[in-house]
């Protein structure tokens, strides 16, 4: 397993949750890297990602409540989720950015009640 990701939960809305992906380094030095989250129902779509110099992407659904960041030290990338909604509820995964088959995971599970 090279990609793995921690941190989901279930959490009431407007709530927070910080997503942590631990990738290897081979993995991680010099590759864009995402946040996906599929579902129930609906196409894996790319939430957020970041370079590898720090600039950043945000599907419109997420802008000013999630914030992507990277420690290329450490190889792990986090994902700040904040005033979650119920719509946020999905399983999260970690991937480069186009995401590679071979590096999906089992991705983290979101769930937000109201």
């Known amino acids: 397993v090279q990609l793995v990701e921690s941190g989901g939960g279930l959490v009431q809305t407007g709530g927070s949750l910080r997503l942590s992906c631990a990738a290897s380094?081979?993995?991680?030095?010099?590759?864009?890297m995402g946040w996906y989250r599929q579902a129930p129902g609906k196409q894996r779509e790319l939430v957020a990602h970041?370079?590898?110099?720090?600039?950043?992407y945000y599907v419109d659904s997420v802008k000013g409540r999630f914030a992507i960041s990277r420690d290329n030290a450490k190889n792990t990338v986090y994902l700040q989720m904040n005033s979650l909604k119920p719509e946020d509820t999905a399983v999260y995964y970690c991937?480069?950015?186009?995401?590679?088959?071979?590096?999906w995971g089992q991705g983290t599970q979101v769930a937000v009640f109201s």
């Open positions: 991937n480069t950015v186009p995401g590679l088959r071979i590096y």
């Open positions: 380094g081979t993995i991680f030095s010099d590759n864009t």
């Open positions: 970041i370079t590898n110099g720090g600039s950043t």
